[in-house]
């Protein structure tokens, strides 16, 4: 059980595009999902906590323009990196959980490398 | 700011034998503990997870929690090769946001 998907792994794309990730909860309803971002030798840095049908709640630093994050339903969130630079480069990994006191359970991640 | 510090490695050990990792956190009112493994390009994955304080076994794992003194550990008994990975100590919070260690990488040699 619990089970979280997140697609696509691997994305190389020229600087200025945008780049949509989306993570799922397979087998389970998340009311929460988080989003973390790993530079190398790096611990997880948490960017933006999302919850189902609100605005997703954005950590010191991290611009919510430049990262959009959907939570349309209880299985699904996406997070877009619009017009994404070099120094966006990241492995982006989501989490989710299903009630509070569950821990978190996290997707395989997604390597992002803008040329 | 919330803080988690892990003891620095990398950790070496021999296969067979117990390694052990440490965590400490600064947030008093934390409730949640977890450890979690994450392989070299790979995403987190949950390993364990204790709410109370004292000791609590998974197979050869065990995770101890002192609240009293901040203190939350992992033991991995009869380390095997597949055990080689970084792994994350995370702190919760009431706010059930996660503050993870830097991690402590541990290899096992056969």
């Known amino acids: 059980g619990a089970v979280v998907s997140q697609h696509p792994s691997w994305v190389i794309c020229k600087s200025g595009t945008s780049v949509k990730i989306e993570c799922r909860s397979l087998?389970?309803?998340?009311?929460?999902m988080f989003w973390y971002r790993q530079f190398p030798k790096q611990s997880l840095m948490l960017m933006a906590t999302?919850?189902?049908?609100?605005?997703?709640?954005?950590e010191q630093g991290v611009e919510k323009d430049k990262f959009l994050i959907n939570h349309a339903s209880l299985t699904l969130s996406t997070l877009t990196v619009t017009s994404a630079h070099p120094e966006d480069s990241s492995f982006y990994i989501c989490?989710?959980?299903?009630?509070?006191?569950?821990?978190?359970?996290f997707g395989d991640g997604t390597r992002l490398s803008i040329l | 700011q919330k803080e988690v510090e892990q003891n620095s490695g990398p950790l070496s050990v021999p296969e067979g034998a117990i390694a052990s990792l440490n965590c400490t956190y600064s947030?008093?009112?934390?409730?949640?503990f977890f450890w979690y493994r994450q392989y070299s390009g790979k995403s987190p994955e949950l390993i364990m997870s204790?709410?109370?304080?004292g000791d609590k076994e998974d197979g050869r794992f065990t995770a101890q929690l002192n609240k009293a003194s901040q203190y939350v550990s992992l033991l991995i008994r009869d380390s095997q090769p597949s055990d080689s990975a970084t792994y994350l100590c995370?702190?919760?919070?009431?706010?059930?946001?996660?503050?993870f260690g830097a991690g402590t990488t541990v290899t096992v040699r056969a």
């Open positions: 989490s989710a959980k299903e009630q509070s006191d569950q821990p978190q359970h």
């Open positions: 087998d389970f309803q998340a009311t929460t």
């Open positions: 999302s919850n189902e049908g609100s605005k997703a709640t954005y």
């Open positions: 947030d008093r009112v934390s409730q949640s």
């Open positions: 204790i709410y109370s304080n």
């Open positions: 995370a702190v919760g919070s009431n706010d059930y946001k996660l503050s």
